[in-house]
């Protein structure tokens, strides 16, 4: 959802440790949860600091949110009123999301901030996230500064995807006004995150190899990167992969290509794909035998790896048990260009 100016202004003032508005209640345009209803159902009890629900009240919260989205609210309000962080971060889901309500930024960011007072991890992340991209649009105020004070703690406390996003603005020259754009230090970000794991540190340091940004070109690290991806499941780097062993002189491989872009089509079986696959027997040139195989190929890499994004990863860094997690402030490219045929 893209704020309006109220609703930048309110980030702004979020951002900056100040409230914007009331967020303590449930939405009163929710879609089909009566809010009346609700505030009436629910005791009213001042927030604590030190209140946590219990796991069974957290799973009936994210168990509501994915079958019965109409009672989320009811559901997941109570303890998130309470003081639970993490029901709180679910509640700003809620708004975010329109799970069941109609969509609320400015209660989404209130209740953000409520979340990652209390230290709720992925709460801290998505503030610097948010605060990114209303920079970006509007170049608010002290918002990009107060973004990367978020994003940087967050880094802190051990989260990829915020060191992922500090990677990529360290490397996009449109925020050199916030004193960070270094090229060389963006791509050793995402070696180090490349070897942690993170696919999408892997696509962009092999684009890096690719185009000599912040590192010299190397095309055959830039290929052993879009494996390394293509091994957890990505369907962007089988695409790219494809491209590259069918059509680029130095890594031809027919057979490795078609294998890459079957399982592409796996994942993403429109109609323009799957035409493509099917004109791209012809590089077989009637060979049935070894068309087989390449075929053979793709649906082995399809079923050993799948088809994944970047956000289930990023849900990976959060499944991690409440109480080793550490309290909030402890620690004050085109696609198309990733490959030359």
Known sequence: MKPGITGIFCLSALLALSGCGEASGPDKNAVATSP???AKAVQKAPASENYRASPEEIAACRTAMLKTPDSALKVCFPIAEKGDPEAQYL???????????REDFNKQVSWLHKAQTGGNLQAEVELGVIGIMIYTGNRVGNTGKQALFYLNDA???GSLKARTTLARLMGTESYKDLGIYDPEKSHEEMLALA???????????SHNYVTGFGTPVNHHRAVKF???AAHRGIPFAYK???EIYLNNENFKNRELGYAYFFA???CDNTSDNMRTLDSLSEVFDGKVKELNMARRRGIRIHEDYGCKT????????FDIPPEKKTAAGENSPNDDDIWEK
């Open 195 to 205: 070897k942690l794991g993170v696919p999408e540190a892997m696509i962009l340091a």
């Open 240 to 242: 790219k992969l494809a």
């Open 264 to 266: 592409y089509t796996a």
């Open 91 to 101: 509640l700003a889901t809620i708004y975010g999301n329109a799970i069941g309500v």
């Open 155 to 157: 880094k802190n406390r």
């Open 310 to 317: 970047y956000t289930d990863y990023e849900k990976e860094e």
């Open 226 to 228: 879009l494996e390394d």
């Open 36 to 38: 009346d209803n609700t």
